[in-house]
């Protein structure tokens, strides 16, 4: 009983490292997600800009 207390404690010190990584990743994740939202958005604005500018008379 004793040996697998043991080996359920080193399973939980490896699990606890591991979780800590995978919250890691998580928030890198969703950084770029908003990071990638502001740069489509911004890219369509500009796309916006450019159509218009097609039917604004040029001098």
Known sequence: MAEIKAE?????GTMIPMHR?????????????????RIENCLE??????AQARFEPHP
Request: aromatic share 0%.
């Open 8 to 12: 359920l404690n080193a399973v939980r």
């Open 21 to 37: 990584d995978i919250r890691n990743i998580c928030s890198v994740l969703a950084r770029n997600g908003n990071r990638l939202d």
């Open 45 to 50: 604005l500009r796309g916006l800009q450019e």
